[in-house]
């Protein structure tokens, strides 16, 4: 079976975000697949290209045609919607010179990605998988990055086009499914896989986190606390900074780090500087690669997951909730939905309130500091992670919806 798979912003192993498309897709080509992937150079190193456009790498057997379509957090919305413009039209120039393609697999965000998926489909009459990662338009529009009533419209008449010709439907949790379904789209046709917990990358030796700290001797001293993500207006990561400054008046041992990039990086930075701990109890590093995740998590007492006020998100699948759970690290979030019912359910971790920094931080400074109930948390997070998010069972359960779309249209019984 041939794979047309379509990711605008594919990260590889050694780049720095969310590998799910690389799991994916290497898994596929380990189970005797033939892989193609379209996306773009924004979040694969520099190392692997050689300057000419629409190069062709290789990963693990994944063919990868990488276009170069500049793309960065840092872009403002209009910018961003260029760059969505700019990969539709050639990722579907891309996809209709593909020969031989029996199932497309497309992955949102953005939306957009379903111009090329879509038009591949019926150019190749193969079924499509669409895998829905955000629900869009809704974001956008809560946000108030879209606020054109035409533009809304399109968007709305995109997203019911999507579904409507997609053979199946991934959602990445259960409230995704829910929206997707309140959409028109059939119910028995969509499959809620979550992001999966990579277990065994992630529960890596004692010594790795000794290992970071000794490279970060600063963040030594008491529990660390970790967020390691996206610096944008959604993810909220403000509000870290104010938690960190209300510790740091009764328990200034109490670490805080923050590893990442985007349009709030410098907004953060003084923040965290005009109330007194940038670089005292709270430091702001670069992005690292997925390859140094794990040893970071390792290093941590708390991982992170945060977000604005901002009931759409409660439905997110965040790769650092599963990365953290995998690694057997409690996390500490500030939203409601599927990752807090979990937390509570299982023990692994804490929710703290959206709007009062100093109660956050009683709730976050109670639990640091008793080491029975965090490592009580880190087993919990761990068992939480084997029997519900291991990677391995996951693309078993995807692997069976793309089996059954690619038998259904050799053989003329695909229904939608």
Known sequence: MHILYLHQYFVPPDGSGGTRSYEIARRFVRDGHSVTLITTRAYIPGYYFTGEKGKVVEIEGIHIIALDVPYSNKFSYVRRLFSFLQFIILATWKSVQMRDVD??????????????????????????????????????????????????????????????????????????????????????????????CDIDQFQVPEDAGKDFLEEHPYLKGGPLVVYAGTLGLINGVEYLVEIAAEVKKSTPTVRFLIVGDGRQRERITKKAKDLGVLNETLWIIPP?????????????????????????????????????????????????????????????????????????????????????????????????????????????????VVDEIYDGSHYGTISS
Request: positive net charge; without cysteine.
């Open 288 to 400: 690292i690669s997925k390859k140094k995740i794990p040893a970071l998590l390792s290093a941590s007492s708390i991982a992170t997951s945060l977000f604005i006020d901002l009931p759409e998100m409660w439905n997110n699948s965040a790769n650092k909730f599963f990365d953290a759970i995998a690694a057997g690290r409690p996390l500490m979030i500030n939203y409601q939905g599927w990752h807090a019912d979990l937390l509570m359910k299982y023990g692994a971790g804490i929710v703290v309130p959206q709007h009062s920094a100093r109660r956050a931080a009683e709730i976050l400074e109670a639990y640091a500091m008793d080491s029975e109930k965090l490592s009580q948390s880190r087993r919990a997070a761990s068992m939480m992670a084997s029997s519900h998010f291991n990677r391995e069972s996951l693309f078993s359960e995807l692997r069976k």
């Open 103 to 196: 199932v497309i697999y497309a992955t949102s965000t953005p939306l957009t990605i379903a111009i090329p998926a879509l038009i591949a489909k019926h150019w190749h009459r193969r079924p499509l998988v669409f895998e829905i990662r955000d629900l869009w338009p809704e974001l956008p529009i809560a946000v108030g990055a879209l606020k054109n009533t035409v533009l809304i419209w399109m968007a709305r008449r995109l997203e019911r086009m999507s579904y409507a010709h997609s053979d199946r439907i991934i959602a990445l949790s259960p409230g995704m499914k829910e929206g997707i379904v309140r959409a028109g789209y059939p119910e028995k046709n969509v499959t809620v896989i979550p992001n999966g």
